[in-house]
Every structure is written in structure tokens, then in C-alpha cells.
């Protein structure tokens, strides 16, 4: 989709003649159907003055075609403008250019990241080439005008408010600069911007590569397929075991056959361990490979970052990023987009999306609707907030409305905690989730120990970090002061003084080196796995005379997890106490099975602290 397309001649007549961002506005709404606010109006306004500056030179050719805001695939992202033509020899060329406005940057230790202001306050976003790159990567891997159709993609970024300072521009971020030039502030500048698009335009093409470019069918390249498929062969820690497999075919089948007339709905469930996101990457990998287009769907950030890496074997952001997107990105995605859909931890779903949580109608809904074959992924004892509302009967519900046949499996084999279901057996009944026959723990199958201090639980977990596979994690009853104050301390138990979970570490905290000094939270931690767990039970679930009791006002006030259920307690109280009584067991039913040889814990409530060991040592 272009919102506004134009060749060279007509774009400067009304850049000069007529208020440009009124007309783009109005392309806008008629295309979306959607609002635009002010800001980014008036970014239309000053950005496009300044793009049209650059073409009033008479060696760019007047029919070579513009297009402001093309929708790019696999993403609600658009490119700012895109100017199509041919260059010397002949060949098909597409200049994407990402346009920024700031005036200023501070640079990040993080890969391609900056911080500028934006709205209300600093933010850090990514850097403008990486940006620029990304959608060209993406035009690249999944618009078959693209990679089979001959056009090439050039990006770049002009800022045109910003003085060059060495910071924007910084060794730091040369790989991404190099990959899409950076063109900033200046009459020079601005020269060298028009001498980058005549090099790839020599010739106007009368929007010919452009129509080709927006209508180009979209499925991912073969080269993409086989990388993927590459990458996936070479790590056997994503190899299908027994009912794994199993799965695998039948869902497989399912997403192959599936269409916007027949579509379908496959629910998996699995308990902790029993491999639920390495059969979604699985299932993300080889239709991918098949010519289908999907991502791999999760509401948390953690696991696409952390399966993405491990995936392609860097830290570093790549070509693949774009196939992991969040669950809040299809509130305004068209029926049938996608040919499957693989969404993980499917309970942490909500109903609204957005950053306030006032965009959409239902994730569940809109997953179901965007894709032909929608896979869910779900286990319902690991729903840890009030907004989660992922539930089979939820899915159930949506697919019957949109006419579409559900199939239902269950991984059943545990696979994480030693082969022990009979731990989590065990927890669920120490936990008083629900009563079961396992009132004993066997230690000799799983590792678990009670500690006397953190400073204990801290460094046996910090033993046992021989490989990076040792973490400790803690309920959300302290607050983040770090965040602001990189020198304090968050988690003070007496001596004991640690920092929440590094900041710029990201989603990519459980695995990052430095990271086994911090303490994570159910955020960063949730959905992943390590080989031992070291879990802090804070004030907000302790045992009185036996009895285990939540203390939700424990929590530290900025968790959103339980955010508003003091108002909901004056509409129907003993519901709400239940179900906040039940997601707090839940977040360290949770956190207790991250460790896939052991889990220590130690409880900041003495008596809470003597039940555990008792717990444990009636079984020794």
C-alpha cells in the first residue's frame, strides 16, 4: 500500500504550490481509514520541504516516481519516501529514505540503539540507517518484486535538522552507516544526498518499479527459506523429541492446508519444559522454507529476542528480525495478511493493545483474523496478570466466530526439571495451586534447596554458572531504582544489595555474561530456561499457621501485572481477591521452573522460609 505516489515534476508543484501534507493526509485517511496526529503531520510538513529540496536538481529526472509512506510487509512499519527509477546500465533501483527530524543523540553502548527526545521525555530508539537497512532488508527477503523481480534497494537516512557531531555518527555505528549512508544538516549534506540518488537514478521510470515494488506478491525469498533452514539444522538444541515430532506433522499439515476459506485454529498446550517454543520456532522455520508467509507471535519481548539470537547465533540484530514481532502489532492488520501465524505463550495475550492499552478490540481475535492458520501455544497455570486474558476457551470462542475448524494437542512429557513431572506436581501442591498426590519432592531427581540468606542462594547459583545457565530471579516487590539511577541498588535484604535485571541488556537478559550479578524479574525471564533457578520469594507470598497466604499490597507499586485491582476489589471483591491470589502463586510457579537441573530458593519471611524446608526435607 503507498499512501501518496507521485512522479518527481508532480510532487515538487505541490510541494510548492499546494500544503503537501494536507494531500498526503487525505491519502492517508482514505487508504487507512484511520486518524493522524499532529506531530506527525507536521513532520510531513518540515520533512517533505526538505526532501524536495534535495530533487530540485535538473540531473534527477522528472518521471522518476515518489512515494511517501509504503507499507512495508511483515510489519505496520512504512517507509517515510521511496524514489524508484533506473540507474546507468539500466537497472531497477528503489531509493528508501528514513527522515528524522532530531537535533540531537546520545549514544548507547547497545547495538544500534540512541537516545533522543521524542514526545514527552528521552527514549531510546533505534538508530535512523539501521532503521533504513531493516526495510530494505525486508522489501529484500519477503517482496518477490524485489528478489525476483530485479529491483534493488538503496536506504539511507537524512536528518536534516542535525549537525554532524560524531555522535550520530559514531565508529560504534559505522557497520549500520555503511549499509545506508547517513546524510545530515547542510547545503554539503544535502548535495551529497542528491549525488547517492543520481548514482541509482539516472533514469525516471513513470512509477513503473514503483507499481511493481508496492504490488510485489509477498513470500519469503528462497535464500531466506534456506538460511533459515540452514541455521536451524545447525542447532541441536531445536531438534524434535518423540511427541514433539508428533505435533509438529499434524500442526504442519494443518498450516499448509489452511486458506482464508477453510481457515483453521490449532491450539497446543504444554506445561512447563515440555517444549512449546522450540516446536513454535520449528513450525516458524520449516513453513517459512515451504513459501508461507507468518512470524513467530509473542506478547513478551524475552522470548523472541533470546530464540531469535540463539537462532542466528549473534546477539546482533539481522535479517530475520522482522519474522518475531509482539502480539499489540495486529489491531489494524487486514483479514487473511498472513498465511500462519505462530503465537507463543499464547495466556500472556490481552484484550487491548497499544502502550495504553486502548488500541484493538482482541488480540486473540485479531490473531485469528490476520492469518489463515493461527497456532497458539498456551498453558494456562502460567497466566501472571490481570490483562491476560489467553485462554482455550477464549480461542475457542473467536475461532467458532470467524468459522474456523480448531485442532487440539498436548505436550505432555516434561522435559525441563530433570524429566520430573512429579516436582511440579509437587509445586502445585506446595503452592496450593491445586491439591495433588505429590506431597513429597524426591531431591535425588531435581535439585531443590531452601537458603538461609540470599547472599547463600546468590552464590551457589553463581557456582553453578560454569556455562551461563544460572540466573536468580525474584518476585516484583522492590523497586526499580536503577533504572534511573544506574548507582543504586534495588534488591536491599539486610547486607545483601543487587540490581534488577540489566537495562541494557534488554530482552536479552537471561543470557547475557554480566548478568548473573542482577536479579530478573517473571518479565525477562518468563518463557525461557536455564539450567538452575535461584528464586527470591518476596513479602508478597508468605505462610501464616500453615497456610500460604498472597499479599498483593507487597508488590512494588509500579508492577503492572495487578495494576487496578484495588478498584476492581469495590466492584466484586472476593472474585478479584481469587484471581490476584491465584496469578501471584502463579508468577512463582513460574519463576521455580525456569531451572531445568535445580531450583534454589530463599524467602524473605522466616515462616515462609521454614515451610519450604519443610516441605522438602519430610521428603529427604
Known amino acids: 500500500m503507498i499512501v501518496y505516489e507521485a512522479d518527481k ?55 522518476m516516481g515518489i512515494a511517501v509512506e509504503l507499507h512495508i510487509p511483515q510489519s505496520s512499519k512504512r517507509i517515510d519516501v521511496t524514489l524508484t527509477g533506473r540507474d546507468d546500465a539500466g537497472n531497477k533501483n528503489a531509493v528508501v529514505i528514513e527522515l528524522k527530524q532530531w537535533e540531537k543523540v546520545t549514544a548507547t553502548d547497545k547495538d544500534a540503539i540512541v537516545v533522543t527526545y521524542l514526545g514527552k521525555g528521552q527514549r531510546e530508539v533505534v538508530h535512523p540507517s539501521y532503521q533504513a537497512w531493516s526495510y530494505a532488508s525486508l522489501l529484500e527477503g519477503f517482496n518477490e518484486a524485489v ?83 540452514g541455521l536451524l539444522t ?142 497458539f501455544f498456551i498453558d494456562e497455570d502460567q497466566r501472571v496478570a490481570l490483562a491476560d486474558i489467553g485462554t482455550k476457551q477464549a480461542i475457542r470462542a473467536f475461532a467458532a466466530e470467524r468459522g474456523a475448524q480448531v485442532e487440539e494437542y498436548e505436550l505432555a512429557s516434561q522435559f525441563r526439571c530433570s524429566g520430573s513431572d512429579g516436582y511440579l506436581a509437587w509445586l502445585d501442591n ?25 547472599q547463600a542462594l546468590h552464590e551457589a547459583i553463581e557456582a553453578k554458572n560454569a556455562q551461563n545457565k544460572a540466573r536468580v530471579v525474584a518476585g516484583y516487590c522492590w523497586p526499580w531504582l536503577s533504572k534511573k539511577n544506574p548507582k543504586a541498588d534495588d534488591i536491599v ?63 512494588d507499586r509500579h508492577d503492572k501485572t495487578i495494576r487496578g485491582y484495588k478498584k476492581r476489589l469495590k466492584i466484586d471483591p472476593e472474585q478479584v481477591r481469587a484471581e490476584v491470589d491465584l496469578l501471584i502463586k502463579n508468577t512463582y510457579r513460574t519463576l521455580m521452573t525456569r531451572g531445568m537441573k535445580g531450583c534454589y530458593v530463599y524467602c524473605t519471611d522466616e515462616e515462609t522460609s521454614e515451610y519450604f524446608s519443610l516441605a522438602t526435607s519430610q521428603s529427604s
Open 234 to 375: 545447525a542447532k541441536p538444541e531445536f531438534v524434535l523429541i518423540d511427541e514433539q515430532k508428533e505435533v509438529f506433522e499434524a500442526a504442519q499439515a494443518s498450516a499448509r492446508t489452511a486458506s482464508p476459506q477453510l481457515p483453521r485454529v490449532v491450539i497446543i498446550e504444554g506445561g512447563p519444559g515440555t517444549g512449546k517454543t522450540v516446536l513454535a520456532i520449528n513450525l516458524l522455520v520449516r513453513l517459512t522454507s515451504a513459501g508461507l508467509f507468518g512470524q513467530y507471535v509473542s506478547k513478551n519481548a524475552a522470548p523472541r529476542e533470546v530464540y531469535q539470537s540463539r537462532l542466528v547465533g549473534t546477539l546482533t540484530k539481522t535479517k530475520f528480525s522482522s519474522m518475531f514481532t509482539g502480539s499489540g502489532s495486529f489491531c489494524n492488520v487486514e483479514p487473511n495478511t498472513y498465511d500462519f501465524l505462530v503465537v507463543d505463550e499464547a495466556h500472556r495475550l490481552n484484550e487491548k493493545s497499544g502502550l495504553y492499552g486502548n488500541l484493538g478490540e482482541n488480540q486473540v481475535k485479531e490473531l485469528i483474523n490476520a492469518s489463515a492458520c493461527t497456532l
Open 147 to 229: 528478489y525476483d523481480g530485479g529491483i534493488s534497494i538503496k536506504p539511507c537516512a537524512y536528518l536534516h535538522n542535525y549537525d554532524r557531531d560524531g555522535v550520530i555518527d559514531a565508529p560504534h555505528y559505522s557497520g549500520y552507516t555503511l549499509k545506508a549512508p547517513l546524510f545530515l544538516k547542510g547545503a554539503q549534506e544535502r548535495q551529497q544526498l542528491r549525488d547517492f540518488i543520481k548514482k541509482h537514478v539516472k533514469y525516471g521510470d513513470s512509477k513503473e518499479v514503483l507499481y511493481e515494488l508496492a504490488n510485489g506478491r509477498i513470500r519469503p525469498s528462497k535464500a531466506l527459506a534456506d538460511a533459515l533452514k
Open 430 to 454: 506446595v503452592l496450593d495451586i491445586r491439591p495433588t498426590a505429590n506431597q513429597e519432592l524426591d531431591t535425588t531427581a531435581y535439585d531443590f534447596q531452601v537458603f538461609d540468606s540470599p
Open 493 to 555: 535484604i539486610g547486607d545483601y544489595r543487587r540490581q534488577w535485571n540489566l537495562d541494557k541488556d534488554g530482552s536479552l537478559w537471561i543470557i547475557a555474561p554480566e548478568s548473573i550479578e542482577q536479579v530478573g524479574c517473571i518479565h525477562t525471564c518468563q518463557g525461557l530456561e536455564v539450567d538452575y533457578i535461584g528464586v527470591i520469594v518476596g513479602p508478597d507470598l508468605i505462610v501464616r499457621d500453615g497456610k500460604l497466604i498472597t499479599v498483593p499490597e507487597e508488590r
Open 9 to 63: 515534476k508532480q510532487f515538487l508543484q505541490q510541494s510548492d504550490y499546494d500544503d503537501i501534507e494536507n494531500i498526503i493526509l487525505a491519502s492517508f485517511r482514505a487508504a487507512t481509514g484511520r486518524r493522524v496526529n499532529d506531530s506527525e503531520i507536521r513532520s510531513w510538513r518540515e520533512s517533505l520541504r526538505h526532501v524536495a529540496m534535495v530533487l530540485r536538481d535538473d540531473e534527477i529526472p522528472n518521471e
